[in-house]
């Protein structure tokens, strides 16, 4: 019975390693990559506050919908998010729409590994 716990603690970490290393790595190229597209060095900094701020609003929306159905589902709902900001971030060169895909929060937080996974 302990082995079987021990393999779940063992992937558990393998998999909270490599979406860490994602997220800082990708936190590391945001910047350089919003400044490729036209962001001044000031917009960036604002890039940066607004996915903060929304970051910080989306963990408490998740923690909050986690009670009320499922942390399960929440999680997995949450973790698409950045995916769609980097798709926006992606497809559109347009700073504005670039911008905007701040608002999903998720984009530049290599520490918190995204919103509703700590629970």
């Not at 604002?46 to 999680?75: C, H, N, P």
């Not at 949450?78 to 700073?95: G, T, V």
């Amino acid at each position: 019975m302990q082995n079987r716990y021990m393999k779940d603690i063992y992937l558990l970490a393998l998999v909270r390693s490599i979406r860490s290393f994602s997220f800082g790595y990708i936190a590391f190229l945001l910047p350089l990559y919003l400044k490729f597209i036209g962001f001044s060095t000031t917009l960036v900094g604002f890039y940066a506050l607004a996915a903060t701020i929304s970051s910080s609003i989306l963990v408490l929306i998740s923690g909050y919908l986690g009670d009320l159905y499922s942390r399960k589902k929440t999680l997995i709902i949450m973790s698409f998010l950045p995916a769609i900001a980097y798709i926006i971030l992606i497809i559109s060169h347009n700073i504005i729409i670039a911008f905007l895909s701040s608002m999903f929060g998720l984009s530049l937080s290599p520490m918190g590994g995204g919103a509703g996974e700590d629970r």
